[in-house]
C-alpha cells in the first residue's frame, strides 16, 4: 500500500476528505495524483495536501496503481471514456465513489476487464465518520480488495456486500441514513422548544443524546433492542413514549421510507447506465 500511487480524478469535498484521511494515516503526499477541470479546486488541494497535480485525467490515469473516480455520478461516462486507453494499458484498480453508477456500467465505458470497486460512502464521511459499502467485480485480487479498503477506512467504517444489488439497500440505509437521523432530531428539538426549553438547550440535549445513544449501542455487546428495554422501566416516562411511538406504527414507517428510498435508487442506477 504503501508504495503504490493512487490518483483521484475529481477533486471536490470526497476527494478532499479521502486525502487527508489517507495522510492522516501515513500515506506519502507524493504518491498521490489529482487532476480536475476546475484549477482552482485543484490549487486549493495541493496547498492543503502538497499532493501531485496532472493536466489531465488521462496523465492521472497513466501515473495510478489505484484510480479513484470522484466526480458527480453524470460525469462518470465521458471522464471514464476519455481514459479508457490508459486504463487498458496500465490497469489499475479502480475504485468508484459515484453514487448510484453501476460496476457493470463503469468497466464497459473503461473498455472491459477492469478491476473495479465500487464505493458507497456516506456525507459522514467527509468529517471521518462514514459508514462505506463496497463490492468488487472479479476481476478484484484479494490483494486489491485489502488495498481499497484500507483506503475507504481512511473516512470511517467498512462493509463488504457480496452482491452488488444491495447497494441500492445500502442506499436507502446508510447512503440517505443521515437525514432520517436529522430529521429525528429537527423533530425533537422541536418538541423541546414546544414544551419551553430555549432552542440551544433543546438542540444541545438532542444532538448529545443522540450520540451517547450511538456511542452506547456501538460499544456495547448487546444489540439496539435490548437496551431500549433497559433504560425503559415499567410504568416509567420512556415507556410512555414508546407506547406512543408503537401505537402511530413507526416501525412500519421506517420499514415503508426505506423501501421507498431503495426503489428511487434502483430506477436511478437504471437511468444512469441507459442515458449513457
Ligand atoms: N459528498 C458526499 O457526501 C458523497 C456521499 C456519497 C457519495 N458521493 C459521491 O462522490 C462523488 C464526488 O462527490 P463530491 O461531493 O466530492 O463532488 P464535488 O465536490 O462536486 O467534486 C467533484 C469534482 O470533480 C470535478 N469534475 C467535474 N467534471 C470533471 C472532469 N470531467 N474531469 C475531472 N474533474 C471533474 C468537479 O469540478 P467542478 O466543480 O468544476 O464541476 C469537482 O471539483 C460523487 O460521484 C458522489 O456521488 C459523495
Known amino acids: 500500500m504503501e508504495t503504490l500511487k493512487i490518483s483521484f480524478i475529481g477533486a471536490g469535498n470526497m476527494a478532499n476528505s479521502l486525502i487527508g484521511g489517507l495522510l492522516a494515516d501515513g500515506k506519502a503526499p507524493a504518491s498521490i495524483n489529482i487532476a480536475d477541470i476546475n484549477q482552482e479546486q485543484l490549487r486549493t488541494l495541493q496547498q492543503r495536501f502538497a499532493v501531485t497535480i496532472c493536466q489531465t485525467n488521462r496523465e492521472a490515469a497513466e501515473a495510478a496503481d489505484i484510480l479513484i473516480l470522484a466526480v458527480k455520478p453524470q460525469g462518470l461516462k465521458a ?9 487498458q494499458t496500465k490497469k489499475p ?12 456500467d463503469i468497466n464497459r465505458w473503461l473498455g472491459n476487464n477492469v478491476a473495479i470497486v465500487r464505493a458507497m460512502p456516506n456525507t459522514p464521511a467527509l468529517i471521518q465518520t462514514g459508514a462505506t459499502a463496497l463490492y ?9 480488495r485489502n488495498t481499497a479498503e484500507t483506503i475507504l477506512r481512511a473516512v470511517g467504517v467498512t462493509a463488504w456486500l457480496d452482491e452488488e444489488r444491495h447497494m441500492d439497500t445500502v442506499t436507502a440505509l446508510s447512503g440517505s441514513g443521515p ?19 430555549d432552542a440551544e438547550t433543546a438542540r444541545l440535549l438532542t444532538l448529545q443524546t443522540a450520540f451517547g445513544a450511538t456511542k452506547m449501542a456501538l460499544e456495547s455487546s448487546e444489540n439496539c433492542a435490548t437496551l431500549r428495554q433497559r433504560v425503559t422501566s415499567p410504568g416509567g416516562t420512556t415507556e ?3 407506547r406512543v411511538f408503537e401505537t402511530g406504527d413507526l416501525r412500519k414507517l421506517i420499514k415503508q421510507a426505506i423501501n421507498a428510498a431503495a426503489k428511487r435508487s434502483e430506477e436511478l442506477a437504471q437511468q444512469l447506465g441507459e442515458e449513457n
Open 79 to 87: 471522464v471514464a471514456e476519455e481514459m479508457r486507453d490508459s486504463v
Open 93 to 104: 484498480l479502480v475504485i468508484s465513489i459515484a453514487a448510484g453508477v453501476r460496476e457493470q
Open 136 to 144: 468488487a467485480n472479479s476481476k478484484v485480487s484479494q490483494e486489491q
Open 179 to 197: 437525514a432520517y437521523f436529522f430529521l429525528f432530531m429537527e423533530a425533537m428539538e422541536a418538541a423541546g422548544q414546544e414544551l419551553g426549553l
Open 240 to 242: 410512555q413514549a414508546l
